[in-house]
């Protein structure tokens, strides 16, 4: 089966700069990848991983190499040897499960076993000046019973502090996205179990997180730049309770859904998040939250922007997208 592939770059800006440890997000520059066949056509969207220096730019290269081999016919598993785990085969793969979908009349639920339900998305709080810049974000966002708190190595219990004294009803997670120390996180994590943290993700740099291995955290902690796919499950087992599964990461739905079952069987709690991205991104990532205790789908939102047909979004709950976008029956 021959494929006609499309691929070009989009860029969509955010409402606001939005500030993590080490980057800064002022837009959501993607790769769109469509494949047609017989009038169908199937589309997904990648973003790669900054902190591995991915970029529009570059996985719009990796696809284009791959022209040749993508327009003679692939399958998902062709896809998965292709490419290395990342944006470029994020875009591909979730454009097949795309266009498999709409050519066999059958929604990615009904391919994948999995019930559509929806969900309740977490709100992120980026990193400001001041505690109380962040406090008056999430005292804005009080439609939203869970809120995600970007930190860095400065001041992170004040900042808690402050947003916990203005959403004294919010679950709150905190993302340090590597930005703690080893030393650091020990003396956080009992002032913010007071505090009331559920989680915490990402506390130490990737790659230099083997001290977590024997570490009884009070509070749970999950993997997220530490376990990008099942090649680098065993680690994570050994460090962390809980696995965030990005798509950008994985490589695709492919990926993530078998990365989603190594880890469950192995007893760890998942997260789905996302590398911020319009609906074509969360779309297939819909399908791993039905499998997760924390999901992160809030991309959109930070847009000015989305597509038409997109997620719905209802305050915090997030549904499926309307028939048509993505993995449903045209």
Same mark, same amino acid.
């Given at each position: 089966?021959?494929?006609?592939?499309?691929v070009?770059?989009t860029?969509?800006?955010m409402?606001?700069?939005?500030?993590?440890?080490?980057?800064? &997000?002022?837009?959501?520059?993607?790769?769109?990848?469509?494949?047609v066949?017989?009038?169908?056509?199937g589309?997904?969207?990648?973003?790669?991983?900054?902190?591995?220096?991915?970029?529009?730019?570059?996985?719009?290269?990796?696809?284009?190499?791959?022209?040749?081999?993508?327009?003679?016919?692939?399958?998902l598993?062709?896809?998965?040897?292709? &490419?290395?785990?990342?944006?470029?085969r994020?875009?591909?793969?979730?454009?097949?499960? @795309?266009?498999?979908?709409?050519?066999?009349?059958?929604?990615?639920?009904?391919?994948?076993?999995?019930?559509?339900?929806?969900?309740?998305?977490?709100f992120?709080? !980026?990193?400001?000046?001041?505690?109380g810049?962040?406090?008056?974000?999430?005292?804005?966002?009080k439609?939203?019973?869970?809120?995600?708190?970007?930190? @860095?190595g400065?001041?992170?219990?004040?900042?808690?502090?402050?947003?916990?004294?203005?959403r004294?009803?919010?679950t709150l997670?905190?993302?340090?996205n590597?930005?703690?120390?080893f030393?650091?996180?020990?003396?956080?994590?009992?002032?913010?179990?007071?505090?009331?943290?559920?989680?915490?993700?990402?506390?130490?740099?990737r790659?230099?997180?083997?001290?977590?291995?024997?570490?009884?955290?009070?509070?749970?902690?999950?993997?997220d730049?530490?376990?990008?796919?099942?090649?680098?499950l065993?680690?994570? %087992?050994?460090?962390?309770d809980?696995?965030?599964?990005?798509?950008?990461?994985? !490589?695709?739905?492919?990926?993530?859904?078998? %990365?989603?079952k190594?880890a469950?069987?192995a007893g760890?709690r998942?997260?789905?998040?996302?590398?911020?991205g319009?609906?074509?991104?969360?779309?297939p990532?819909?399908?791993?939250?039905?499998?997760?205790?924390?999901?992160?789908?809030?991309?959109?939102?930070?847009?000015?922007?989305?597509?038409?047909?997109?997620?719905?979004?209802d305050?915090a709950?997030?549904?499926?997208?309307?028939?048509?976008?993505?993995g449903?029956?045209?």
């Amino acid at each position: 089966m021959s494929l006609q592939l499309n691929v070009h770059k989009t860029s969509w800006p955010m409402k606001a700069p939005f500030r993590i440890t080490g980057h800064v &997000f002022n837009s959501a520059d993607a790769i769109v990848v469509e494949l047609v066949v017989d009038g169908h056509a199937g589309r997904g969207e990648g973003l790669g991983a900054y902190y591995l220096n991915e970029n529009a730019d570059l996985l719009l290269e990796q696809v284009e190499a791959a022209r040749a081999d993508i327009e003679r016919g692939i399958s998902l598993e062709d896809v998965q040897t292709l &490419f290395p785990a990342g944006g470029a085969r994020n875009a591909v793969d979730c454009a097949l499960w @795309d266009l498999t979908a709409k050519r066999n009349g059958q929604s990615v639920w009904e391919m994948t076993g999995v019930a559509p339900k929806p969900q309740r998305t977490v709100f992120t709080i !980026g990193i400001q000046e001041t505690p109380g810049e962040m406090a008056e974000n999430a005292a804005r966002a009080k439609g939203y019973p869970v809120l995600k708190v970007k930190l @860095d190595g400065e001041a992170p219990v004040e900042r808690v502090a402050a947003i916990r004294a203005a959403r004294p009803d919010a679950t709150l997670v905190i993302d340090a996205n590597q930005g703690f120390t080893f030393e650091q996180l020990k003396e956080v994590t009992e002032p913010l179990a007071e505090l009331g943290v559920a989680m915490i993700e990402q506390p130490l740099p990737r790659g230099r997180d083997e001290e977590l291995e024997g570490y009884h955290s009070p509070i749970p902690l999950c993997a997220d730049e530490s376990c990008l796919h099942r090649g680098e499950l065993p680690a994570a %087992l050994e460090r962390y309770d809980m696995i965030n599964i990005k798509l950008d990461k994985t !490589g695709g739905l492919t990926e993530a859904l078998a %990365l989603a079952k190594e880890a469950k069987e192995a007893g760890k709690r998942l997260m789905v998040g996302n590398m911020v991205g319009t609906s074509l991104s969360m779309a297939p990532a819909f399908v791993i939250a039905q499998l997760c205790d924390f999901v992160d789908l809030d991309g959109p939102l930070a847009l000015k922007s989305d597509y038409a047909n997109r997620m719905s979004y209802d305050g915090a709950i997030v549904s499926a997208p309307q028939t048509g976008f993505w993995g449903c029956v045209e």
